[in-house]
């Protein structure tokens, strides 16, 4: 009794050493590089937008402060009448506008009376809204607010004061402008002004150039919602921008107004491939561990699989019918024993039977394919034969199912009906013959329903061409012979013939050169109508016309010229 030989599968044996290998080296360098770089970046990113946003809002307080301090300075109503303090005012702006508009960049000053009437204004019109006018009277306290008409201003709108009682408002307006600027110029990133009111478009923004460029792309496939209070990174002409928009602090909430947003916008392409540098380290390492486990697997590929570089080596013998030699080559690899039974043993052992077999039934399969392909040649010949011998008749030869479906037409059927082939088949046959030919049509049906197994009929195609009719001489006939019956419909082309036909009938009665009726044609005429009156008694008139002195013509300027004149 053979021994039994225990078998352990090929999975088993490469599935430790290459798992151990793979897991620890590959997944304890992607843990430790990736998580360290990710949280790195996320945590500075993250406070440097934090610092950012609370620089724009100081400069924007600190602005809105120098505003409200330059109107303190300057607006000072003496303790006087209220109309002469307005004089006052009124007469230092004219004095001192131009000066304090180019020192301080204001955009435009105006003067309120109590009920919220412009006494005087100077620079641009830029209107502070009744509602926060009426609020300072009210309040007697200054009101900061950022006003966007065609552009963007910050507005201080602040109460007047004389004796401790309220004599009128002003409102002062300078260009947001210088605060974007500063704060571009202290960190070096850019920061524009959006209005939802006016489709999110920008106001103000620096760098216009650029960042107009990517504003534009950010509205095509963003909404403004998604960088509200948080940050979104943006792809364009090969930068990554970091955006991110939020409110400007320490605006009055109107019901009637749409509040203006800072946006940020930050280049961090240099960043961004630091942080890609750091992940490819990531990569490196990966594969480092990756190259570890290739040798190491292509050394067990080697002493393991020694016997599959032999299959490998003998398989193309097998292919090319090296029957002996393929099995000697396997016999080499299997000599060495082995402690354990595997897929490659078995595979081997299965090959060889395989070769052996094949090496029987070789000879049979040379001998019948050489048989198939003279079989093959000779069909292929005849079919090809016969082919031509369809499309070179000079007769019409188109085969129809039963129903009357198009299954094929020859070239002479296509030239005369002057259409493509696509456009025939499949279309029945009864559209290509004029729907009077009542009785073509019931041959037709009466052969493909089995009453009759052959007809014939002379009668026209639809030509493509309505202008021309074509005549045929059609035989319909029945085959059985094919694996499912069909009609065989057979057409000689006949109009040259009844053209030539109707020709000779007409000559025989017409004269060639009037086209009117001859002396023959005449005489049967007249005597049918003859005949017909003297049965009816009736009278006959017959006129008689003719050209006087034509002889002349004749002889003066020919027959030819005579015949024209007819």
Known sequence: ???????????????LQVGAILMGLYLAAAYIFYYKVIDNFEQGRSATQTKQINIANALTRDSFSVLERFVESVVMVPESTHKQGFNHIITMFDEHWLHWQMIWGLNNVVFYDLKADVIQQWGMTTPAMLSTINQVIKTESPQHQVICIDACFQQ?????????????VISITQSLADTLLRYQQALKSDIGLIVEKKSKNFSIITNAEKNKGLWFDIQQNYDLNSFMDKVKSVRYENHVYEVRAFLIEGQVQSSSQFLPYYLLIND???ERNHLDKELSQLLIVGLLGLLVLLLVLIRTI????????????????????????????LQKYCRRKVMFQDEISQLISISVEVSQNLELLTDDVR?????????????????DFIATLIDTAPIII????????????????LSCLKLRRRVIVGR???????DTEIEHIAILKNIGSGNAKQGSFRGCLIHSNDEE????????????QTQEPIILSIGVNITEQYVADEKLIWLASHDTLTGLSNRRHFNAELNTMLTAAKRRHEKVALFYLDLDQFKIINDTYGHLEGDKLL
Request: glycine letters at 4%; zero cysteines; proline letters at 3%.
């Open 1 to 15: 009794m053979a021994k039994k030989i225990r078998f352990i599968s090929l999975k088993w044996k490469f599935s």
């Open 156 to 168: 201080v709108v602040t109460p007047v004061l004389s004796s401790g009682e309220i004599v009128g």
């Open 268 to 270: 961090i392409t240099l």
């Open 302 to 329: 080697h002493v393991l699989l020694i016997r599959v570089i032999g299959l490998y080596e003998a398989l193309p013998l097998l292919a090319s019918y090296q029957y002996i030699k393929f099995q000697s080559l």
């Open 367 to 383: 001998t019948n394919t050489e048989k198939l392909s003279i079989q093959s040649l000779e069909l292929s010949q005849e079919r």
């Open 398 to 413: 188109i085969t129809q199912d039963l129903s009357g479906r198009v299954l094929s037409v020859n070239q002479v059927g």
């Open 428 to 434: 029945d046959f009864e559209a290509l013959i004029p």
């Open 469 to 480: 009719t074509v005549h045929i001489d059609w035989i319909h006939s029945r085959i059985t």
